[in-house]
């Protein structure tokens, strides 16, 4: 009961729609992780890329290098993105979902259909990067 008392703003069913799809895309980016990155527990950055082998020739270790570091900048953005789903999802279960972090108003369900993740109202964001 608690729960639905601190997202009251939010209509069941907008809700149980973000969830739905906050899981699918994190759902989604776990399997693109896994195509290029392991997993480690134990690092602050939870995937770390897999160093591709494509020979050893010199033209081979230079696709080799570029290969993994551009896996290793697409991992690091979809750790960042699979993060940021994760807590959303945290605070759904958590029944603070839709609540600004910052001044613990309500975030409009309009900026939260357009972006689930949202820990932030519109003006909280604005004044952390300085544009008001």
Request: charged share 40%; proline share 3%.
């Amino acid at each position: 009961m608690a729960k639905e008392q601190k997202i009251f703003h939010i209509d069941k069913k907008v809700l149980a729609e973000i969830k739905k799809s906050l899981e699918a895309r994190r759902d989604k980016i776990k399997v693109e992780l896994d195509k290029f990155t392991k997993e480690d527990k134990h690092e602050h950055e939870k995937h770390k890329a897999i160093f591709p082998e494509f020979g050893d020739k010199n033209d081979e270790n230079a696709i080799e290098i570029a290969t993994f570091t551009d896996n290793i900048s697409i991992g690091k953005s979809l750790e960042y993105i699979l993060r940021d789903i994760e807590d959303a999802l945290k605070r759904i279960e958590k029944g603070i979902y839709g609540i600004c972090k910052y001044c613990h108003q309500p975030i409009p369900q309009e900026r939260l259909k357009i972006r689930p993740v949202s820990s932030a109202c519109i003006k909280c964001k604005k004044k952390i990067k300085g544009e008001s």
